[in-house]
């Protein structure tokens, strides 16, 4: 029998699982005897007060009922196995987990769900005050812990904070919302007992360090006399702040929740994710996948399945269209959807599309496949290994592409500096480290899925992932059809962290060609064993460093090997040449002489790596902070200090370095200021008592958001008019009720993206709140042609249009008025709406009164491109400072707290900057401690998920205390000193806690993750 849920509930009949309330966990035993699974049933729901009758097989579950039988789909469904809480609804009061309750059960009783909470109009204490405390990021899983908090505070006014935390303790929130999930119950229970009445927006606990570090240079360039900046070897001269200096802020650094038409939604489960549409004629669809990890499908036999009950198609790679086209450029080029030879465990064999999901799994199961079985290499060790199975067609299994080094045969990328031996001849003590990563998946929240609908010849297409037009373009050209008959939907993700958009896309045209053969709305929604086969993910690695330092500390040289497992994928991905790989070694390189770094590409049957809540961190800065802090016990000095040594610092005139704008001192000298670095205890394990704390520190270095051009610099008509440029565009629109109207086509994932951008345009237009701005987004029918956002470029490349087109509107208002005037424009000032004479402040006129005589909206464009040197030279940098506890007995251990710095720039909204960087702390910490649990059978190649039952998630129970440090390092090339600071520290993470279970107990961790196994082995070798 394979895991599904549908045999679970055959095999065990049912069970209600309840989530906790109060400080109880209450699990009720079926009360019935249960018809059998596929008999038909037809029984009256009592859903929000009203009355609904439905017509189901014994067989479904309660979420079925709601959200697939009578379209109320504010009920999230993630894991569909009763480990997450999103599906939770209340039954007679009772919190319960729909997505494993059989309909049956709960026909009759009195159900809640999140629609009977509250409305946009009528919103409860828990989501106005949750859209207070930016209590949703991503918001997938929030309709089901407000219910549940709802009916723990109908049951408990007055809970404490220990009773919120058990009551929400079954719920999983992949974004970690946890601490404004706390603070939103309990001040929600003060409103509602009437012992508060006014809830301000204020961050947590955040720390920011007004210090702007504006160099007295710019990139490879430097200031001219006056307020110009030259940029670069073609020395660009661009004006200081693009003429926006930080100054007389309104708007800007004020922390604000998010934009309400983005937020509240999530409260009210009317965020439109794509697996929140719903067609009364839907066809679902389930794949049949492979269970080996290689194998090329002999036979396949679909005949019986076909004449199944409520089957209407079944694609397999005999009958699955074939791209119509190649792909545009500037589309990624996505693996073949259904390919005959499976390249690993959970590949894609055959997609039935029928009536209801069950259904189709009945008839994917029926599917009769023969497999050739072939050799495989999933792990490094067995992709290396000599004699290895080839499985690039007689080309090895290193990835060797036409600009791999050729003095090192053995590597995809390499780079060195400086004589190597020579500096190893020079030092003192020389170390050699082995550091294993064992991969780490970010695991969104919402199911990877998709819904197409034909009307005639026109496709609306709702989509999950980080753009809309490129991904239309990429589904257009694989449909053959014009991209102009293609609606594009997509503005709520139930995050995505990059990892999704692989899951997602993959499948979208033969989703769109289901739909079109049947003549039906198809919608999928991957369960989550098969979609963790589908995720990007951070990779199984191996780096090796041989190390040598003078006795003061100095490092003279260092020869570094890194061993990436990629997949079916040809690119280096990691091993990518100066834009991945190099980028992760200038961190501590740039002062040492003699350094060289191997980069080593394996193809393997694992899963495909990629952007997986950010690109290359974690797995990556897992070594290099345990190699620092390694050298530092090496050399006997103090982590911070030994870092300080070696770390890269903007300096006139690097040309291999052009950061003008790195905050790298200031983050560690902060960070180490707020944290109490200096109570650190020195000697590994020192501490007295079974129960030992450790202090430890790692440091990140990212691209900080790749910095663009926007129309009117000269790179800017360079770089856009290149083929395949990523094209960034907007509009803004003025009305005559004196409202900005912003459009843009990026979808949101949670991290609040147009918030940020409608601050900026609000300060750009000289209002004093953000409440005169509106947004459109998400979808290709009203949002102008865009880009997609990943690594942080939100701000500064989707900002560059915004910025751009603000200007634009800015200096037309100004004009305008001027002309009504009769006055200098140069004398003119802006304020909430009112243009009037900074020297006869009577003299004024309106915005509105402007848009009436124009007799229609003030419109404006703005565009922006990534690309050029800017980008280039555009980095962030950040650290974790982190507490823990380790018991020596046992080697279970707690992460106590943390101090997150980041070099910020302008911090445009620190509230929702905390509530993003919170999460960033809490998926980083559970990437250190737990591996992917591969496949027990064939390790390396498939999660063996069930639901989330085994690759556990940090729930409200397991986050420290953290405070996030912003170094405001205003930027000098940007609006206002701003730049994206994105995950700028997440890859500090995992080497700050292995530093500080080494400085707790002395036990050293090197091989990812840590576990308390480890951790006991380690104490037993002291003992
Ligand atoms: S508990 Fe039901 S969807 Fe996760
Ligand atoms: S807000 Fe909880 S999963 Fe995203």
Redo the contacts with the bound molecule.
Sequence with gaps: MTYSRRNFLKAAGSSVVLTAVGAESVFVAPALALPAPMTKEKSPFIINGKLHVAEYEARTTLWEVIAMKLGMVGTNRSCNRATCGACSVLVDGTPIYSCHTLATEAAGRKILTIEGVGDEKNLHPLQRIGHMHVA???????AGWVVTAKGLLDKNPDPSEDQVKAALAGHI???A?YPAMIRTVMDSAAVLRGDKSRIDATPASIIQVKQPMVRDYSTSGGHLPGDELVEGRRKMVTKKWQGYPPENLNVLGKPMPALPEVSIPRFTGKAQYATRVWFRDMLYVKFLTCPHPHARIKTLDTATAEKMPGVAQILTYKNAPKPAGPHPPGSRSLPEALPQELNLQGEVVAIVAADTEDLAQDAADAIQVEYEVLPFASTLKDAMAPGAPDLRGGKGNLLRPPNAPKDFPSATWAEQRGDVEKGFAEADVIKEFTYPFAGGVSVP?QPAGSVAKWDGDKLTFWGMGQGIYPVRAGLAAALGIDASKIRFIDKWN??TFGAASLAAERFYPLIAHLAKVTGRPVKVMLPKDQELAQLRIKPETITKFKVGAKKDGRITAIHHEVYVSVGDLEGGGHAAGPGNAFNQLELYTSLVPNWRSLWCAYRTNAPRPGPSRSYLQQETKWSWESMMDEMAEAVGMDPVQFRLMHITRPKPGDTRHPYDSFASVEVLEQGAKAFGWDKRNPVPGGAPGRLKRGFGVGMSQHHGGLMGYHEGEEAFELLSSARGAAVFGTELELTADGYVTMKIALPDS?SNNATALAHLVAEMLGFTTRDRMRLIWGDTDIAPSSDEWFGGRTITLQGAAICSAADKLRKDLLQRAANVLKADVQKLQIRDGVISSAEDPKKSTTFAALVKANSGAIRHTGRGVAGGERGLSNKGVGACFAEVEVDTWTGDWRFIRAVYPHDTGLVINPLVAEADMVGSLVESAQLTTDAIPWDREFPGTRHYSVGYLSYRLPTIMDVPKQTQVYIDSLEPRWFYGVKSFSETSIGAVPGAIANAIFNACGVRIREHPITRDKIMAGLRRQA
């Design positions: 949703a990021d991503c918001g997938f899983c929030t929130c992949r974004c919302a929240m139930g995050c949670g």
